[in-house]
């Protein structure tokens, strides 16, 4: 039936390349019950996926049924997979969505074009779950799900079956009953592939494989392999055909009608694009004043009366220090510049650093900031859980904590952190609070951070006698300029910085850039109000690209699993695209009535003249709709390209 000689698999990680099989060659007879046994890294799973026809090897031979298939394109394999293979997932790879029925019979829509529900109940039957047919995946056992997934795998009448991990997520019992399954189905001629790492599994099959380093170290057969009648040995077709068939169209449109539903809330953002589209032809103009305030509030929101103080580099001999090294701040800089200079509100001193956070059997690698209780108000960082430590507990040095919404994620996941015990750096700190959300700015996620008491990250963490960095609050916006002067007198008069090396002595950071963000957010606000009307149109159709190339990575498992079943990259594409046809057409039609109703709510607020014209709305909706489509076509075209492997893979 499969016949492998000297099969080599490598995969590139970074600059190393692994080397996944190293010349493997192996036989499988029709009516094999065949354990594939090693070590994570073994290179078994790999094997699966060649044997499966999911991946190709870089070099050797794959023969099936006497024919070398290693030349066949990826729509080829893909036929060959929905007529000859089946396949059990260890994380089963049901579609949440669908019952244990549509499930089952999900393979069908790849060979029949439609779904034959009365096959799919009876395999249902036959491995024991006929009672819960109509229940979806988060109402059965793992044992129950992994059920469904064999009667998936045999709904195309396939000649071999490969179980990956099959018992990996199951307790005893449920394993043992899976494998019986498994057994019977042997019995029965199928021919079973498992991959395993559990001796007692491997040791109920007929042959015995034992893999190493990507090598097959022993091959032992450990009972007779079941006799298959020759009618069964005919060799599968790979013609693979493309285009719609009539039957097809149906089928992928009841896909998408059904996958819509299931996901309302993607559906409704995915209609978001083509609702502005055409409603913004005659309301975008209003909403864009109304937009170009809300901007403007958030950016002034951000603290542009901050001044960032940092120490700079001192240059002997034309030769720069290194940073800081003779003009380190400390505490008592922070109180002087409080008391000295008139126009400040408050300042707060902070140290960095990085730790290795531990709790219970999770560890995490975050930024560690020691803070003055001053700096909560200043950046907004009052906890949305629990509370900021006080001034007493800095002084005390006292060991709790505030963390990020990351670190939380990481540590903790759905429990309540509050009053927990964490280690950081191998020091107990007990969490107190979960700092608002931040978001990402560049590189760096804003919510991976832990902050603590001042004094105890100086002295109990970090080990340091002075501070890192001073940000100082400006009592107006105004006066920002006069008090950066200022400040920076007093740092030259404090550290006793000679003339000629003031220069770099420190930093000061007074966030003109986002002065300029506001100004410029203006200008570009009052360009795009002039020119909304021109671009509107195309906004229906990036919205459903964006939304769609969305749904494409949540839902990247399920093309993984659909290519796995036997869909070819045409199918795949249909599917997408007939969602986003699904998509624009309502979306365009609620556009309509939806421009009409914010325009005049609209002017019936604001008094404003409008009038509603039936041309432009038509042209605005046969464009979104056109432009919707034609955008659809990227994100579908990109699913129906996704490697079947790695989209399995995909968390």
């Known amino acids: 039936m499969i016949e492998l000689k000297d099969i080599t698999k490598s995969y590139q990680m970074g600059e190393t390349a ?192 034992k893999m190493r380093d990507g090598e097959i170290q022993s091959d032992e057969r450990l009972s007779p392999k079941t006799q298959v009648p020759e009618c069964q040995h005919a060799a599968p077709s790979v013609a693979a055909t493309n285009g719609f068939k009539p039957s097809e169209i149906w089928a992928h449109f009841h896909q998408g009608f059904k996958t819509l539903a299931a996901n309302k809330a993607r559906t409704g953002l995915s209609m978001l694009g083509i609702l502005i589209g055409v409603a913004a032809v005659v309301a975008m103009m209003a909403l864009g004043s109304g937009a170009q305030k809300a901007i403007e509030q958030q950016l002034s929101s951000l603290g542009s009366n901050l001044l960032m103080l940092r120490p700079g580099a001192v240059h002997i001999g034309g030769v720069a220090l290194e940073t800081g090294a003779t003009t380190r701040l400390t505490l008592e800089d922070a109180e002087s510049i409080v008391n000295e200079i008139p126009s400040v509100k408050d300042a707060a001193p902070t140290v960095n650093g990085r730790g290795q956070v531990t709790y219970e059997d999770k560890n995490w690698n975050t930024q560690v900031m020691g803070v003055a209780p001053s700096y909560a108000p200043m950046h907004a960082s009052e906890p949305d859980i629990g509370r900021f430590f006080t001034e007493d507990e800095n002084r005390q040095r006292s060991l709790v904590a505030v963390i990020g919404t990351t670190v939380e994620r990481q540590l903790f996941g759905d429990e309540n952190p509050i009053g927990e015990m964490i280690k950081i750096n191998k020091v107990n700190f007990r969490v107190i609070g979960v700092l608002p959300t931040k978001g990402a700015t560049g590189f760096r996620d804003r919510d991976d951070i832990i902050i603590i008491p001042l004094l105890t990250a100086m002295h109990r963490l970090f080990g340091k006698d002075y501070v890192d960095s001073i940000d100082v609050e400006v009592e107006n916006p105004e006066d920002i300029d006069s008090a950066q002067k200022l400040l920076m007198q007093l740092m030259m008069s404090r550290h006793r910085v000679p003339p000629s090396q003031r220069q770099d002595a420190f930093d000061i950071r007074n966030m003109a850039d986002i002065k300029e963000a506001l100004s410029q957010s203006s200008r570009t606000m009052s360009l795009l109000l002039a020119c909304i009307a021109a671009i509107s149109l195309l906004v229906g159709g990036i919205g459903i690209m964006n939304i769609m190339l969305v749904s494409v990575t949540e839902r990247t498992r399920e093309i993984g699993l659909r290519k796995a079943i036997g869909a070819r990259r045409f199918d795949i594409l249909s599917q997408f695209l007939a969602e986003a046809i699904v998509v624009s057409v309502c979306g365009g039609v609620i556009g309509i009535v939806l421009g009409w109703a914010v325009t005049a709510i609209m002017a019936a607020v604001s008094g404003w003249s409008t009038s509603i014209s039936a041309a432009a709305v038509f042209l605005a909706f046969f464009f979104s709709v056109s432009i919707g489509i034609v955008f659809g076509l990227y994100p579908a075209r990109k699913a129906s390209f996704l490697n079947p492997i790695e989209a399995l893979r995909y968390e």
């Open 18 to 209: 692994v080397h996944a099989l190293r010349g493997v060659s192996l036989k499988i007879d029709d009516g094999e019950f065949l354990a594939i046994m090693g070590a994570s890294g073994s290179g078994k799973s790999t094997l699966m996926h060649i044997l499966g026809l999911l991946d190709v090897p870089d070099s050797g031979s794959y023969s099936l049924d006497g024919n070398e298939i290693a030349n066949l394109g990826e729509d080829e394999l893909a036929v060959l997979r929905r007529e000859v293979v089946g396949f059990v997932f260890q994380q089963f790879h049901l579609l949440p969505r669908m019952t244990a029925l549509e499930n089952a019979a999900l393979p069908l829509i790849y060979t029949k074009q439609y779904v034959d529900m009365h096959k799919a109940q009876e395999l249902l039957d036959r491995v024991g779950i006929g009672g819960r047919i109509n229940h979806k995946p988060n109402e059965l056992s793992g044992g129950q799900q992994q059920r469904v997934a064999i009667a998936r795998s045999l709904v195309n009448g396939p000649r071999i079956i490969l179980a990956d991990e099959p018992t990996g997520n199951l307790d005893s019992a449920s394993a043992q009953e899976i494998i019986d399954a498994l057994k019977k189905l042997n019995d029965e001629g199928i021919t079973i592939v498992l991959v395993t790492h559990e001796e007692d599994i491997g040791r109920q099959a007929k042959r015995l494989i």
